[in-house]
């Protein structure tokens, strides 16, 4: 069996993971790319009416070779820091203004870069300029304080993944590709939903499902393992 339940209640460790893995793995078709692994969860018993919301950033056990992609809106000696720390692009006032203008282009940046990352002082011109993007997308960036170590913010963010559900009970998130193992796989999606279920009314209990994929693979459910 892939996955326990008791009393109603759908409880995951890290070998039923491992075995989730592995059957999205033998059901997908193999591709000259690395596919990516996309962890869904699915809960229930949870009234969503109320304004139920998640949005969690999560430190992976295993990142991918690549990272997540960071955008730093930053000038001086923070924007400099921040191209030492391998942020992908440092983005000055200037810029961030011309961007807060023009909506394509607003909508353009903030789907290329998973975190953004803002110099304290310049939260309150990324709210002006461009919050209406951000904030629906759960994209605000993290206030960076002078002094701060980028480096370490930098390299956290790198690793980790966003999940995030507004008013809806699902949610999905990526945990990594198929160059990885089923270990590395599991241990990842283990920690998202360690994370999430911290953020639950009733924690396990809210769980109906998990659900991994790879790209072009077909959805494995954890439920519909062992029948």
């Known amino acids: 069996m892939a996955y326990v339940r008791l009393n109603d209640i759908l409880m995951f460790n890290n070998d039923q993971l491992k075995e989730l893995v592995k059957k999205a793995r033998e059901a997908t078709p193999k591709r000259n790319f690395a596919q990516s692994a996309e962890l869904t969860l699915v809960l229930k018993d949870i009234d969503v009416k109320k304004g139920f919301n998640v949005?969690?950033?999560?430190?992976?056990?295993?990142p991918t070779k690549e990272g997540s992609s960071l955008c730093m809106l930053a000038t001086g000696d923070m924007g400099l820091r921040a191209k030492k720390?391998?942020?992908?692009?440092v983005m000055e006032p200037d810029t961030l203004d011309r961007i807060g203008?023009?909506?394509?282009?607003?909508?353009?940046?903030v789907r290329s870069y998973d975190f953004f990352l803002a110099d304290a002082t310049l939260m309150a011109s990324v709210g002006r300029s461009l919050g209406q993007f951000l904030g629906p997308k759960g994209k605000m960036p993290t206030p960076v304080p002078y002094g701060a170590p980028i480096e370490n913010i930098a390299s956290r963010l790198r690793s980790?993944?966003?999940i995030r559900s507004k008013?809806?009970?699902?949610m999905?998130?990526?945990?990594?590709d198929e160059s990885m193992t089923d270990e590395q796989l599991?241990?990842?999606a283990?920690?998202?939903?360690?994370?999430?279920?911290?953020k639950l009314p009733q924690g396990e209990k809210n769980f109906r499902n998990a659900i991994i994929k790879f790209t072009m693979g077909k959805a494995i459910k954890a439920s519909a393992l062992g029948k």
């Not at 008013?167 to 699902?170: C, E, K, P, R, V």
């Not at 999905?172 to 990594?176: A, V």
């Not at 283990?190 to 999430?196: E, G, K, R, Y």
């Open 186 to 188: 599991a241990a990842n």
């Open 55 to 62: 949005n969690e950033i999560v430190v992976l056990p295993n």
């Open 85 to 89: 720390a391998g942020v992908d692009q």
């Open 101 to 109: 203008t023009n909506k394509r282009e607003a909508r353009k940046v």
């Open 190 to 198: 283990s920690a998202v939903i360690a994370s999430v279920e911290k």
């Open 172 to 176: 999905s998130t990526k945990i990594g």
């Open 160 to 162: 980790s993944t966003r």
């Open 167 to 170: 008013n809806q009970l699902n």
